[in-house]
């Protein structure tokens, strides 16, 4: 009899817990640094900035580990964090995007001090990097239950470069952890082989906590465009409708500061600029996004044709 209610026990707690269990605990992404799931822009900065997005380099070990050697996995994870950056600044509606998907080698000074060279038609390039990822797994085994819990773990670089003169203006760092756990009972539940979208879910957090304090470099750099033609009193400028300028706007007109080079880091350096003229849009002339034009007249100061080349507009 003593026996008989022993194993009566023994079921009763086995069936109490096969009640309580749920089978798979649902997926959750933990970003180390707290983060906002969609940027918070400035509402009052409308004019949007060009922007190209270069390719990541991947430096972590896992990447350049022998032991994937010959697979795709390094270049999976570059274009994952490339399209991740690309999306969160496009969810901001304020710039227009350029991907440079191409392997441009500039991450050195000197590379960076000759970025004219390669003709980028943006006002600011991002590099990137991932400079750490890692992976683990780990569980429980108990009496009748067992648990698995796997992460992933990255850590990027970004840094933001002034494409008129090669200058790094902005850099910053941030990690992330993304987790997902699984577990049986009497072999019953969900079991299953390493979680792959926790690499991706790793580098968006990473991404996710650095991307406010880029966007906020971005939205308050003052906005640049160029004169492009003069015809008597027709001025033409670069930029429209798509990039936010509109009928009857005004800005200013700056003559170039004078280059010179810095005898440390051999870069040259622009001086400031001098406000010669204010100018006013009377309209837009459509186009695509690189290629639309405005129309406007001069209402205070003067320049000449002759004066193009050595101008710039801003808003500031």
């Known amino acids: 009899m003593k026996q008989c209610l022993i194993v009566l026990a023994v079921c009763f707690a086995i069936l109490a817990g096969c009640a309580s269990y749920q089978s798979e605990k649902p997926q959750k992404t933990l970003a180390i640094t707290p983060t906002t799931s ?15 997005i270069g390719k990541f380099t991947n430096e972590s070990r896992l990447a350049n580990s022998f032991l994937n ?10 274009k994952a964090a490339t399209d991740i950056l690309t999306a969160k600044l496009a969810m901001t509606k304020r710039y227009i995007l350029i991907e440079r998907q191409d ?4 991450s050195t000074e000197q590379q960076i001090s000759n970025i004219q060279s390669y003709n980028i038609p943006a006002d600011y390039l991002i590099l990137g990097s991932i400079s750490e990822f890692g992976r683990n797994t780990s569980g429980n085994v108990g009496l009748i239950d067992r648990t698995k819990k796997q992460s ?17 203006i902005f850099g910053e760092e941030g ?4 987790f997902s756990e699984t577990g049986t009972v009497l072999g019953m539940g969900s079991q299953a082989g390493f979680d792959e979208t926790l690499t991706d879910k790793a580098i968006d957090a990473a991404i996710g906590s650095v991307i406010q304090n880029l966007i906020n470099k971005l939205s308050h750099d ?3 465009s160029y004169v492009l033609s003069m015809e008597g009193s027709q001025i033409y400028i670069a930029g429209g409708e798509k990039q936010g300028i509109k009928a009857g706007d005004t800005f200013k007109v700056y003559q170039r500061g004078k ?13 400031p600029g001098t406000q010669i003229a204010t100018i006013k849009i009377v309209n837009t002339i459509p186009g695509e996004e690189l290629t639309e034009l405005s129309l406007a007249e001069v209402i205070q100061g003067t320049f000449s044709a002759g004066d193009i080349a050595n101008l710039y507009i801003s808003d500031k």
């Not at 969609?38 to 190209?52: G, Q, R, W």
């Not at 280059?259 to 001086?271: A, D, M």
Request: hydrophobic share 40%.
């Open 152 to 168: 992933a773990y990255a850590k990027v670089t970004l840094r933001l470069v002034d494409t008129r003169n090669g200058m790094i």
């Open 69 to 78: 050697e010959g697979s795709d996995t390094r270049d999976k994870m570059s």
């Open 175 to 178: 990690s992330g952890e993304a």
């Open 259 to 271: 280059q010179v080079i810095n005898p440390q880091t051999k870069i040259p350096v622009e001086l």
């Open 103 to 106: 392997d441009m080698a500039v």
């Open 38 to 52: 969609t940027p918070v822009v400035d509402e009052a900065i409308s004019l949007k900035k060009k922007v190209a």
């Open 222 to 224: 003052p906005w640049r």
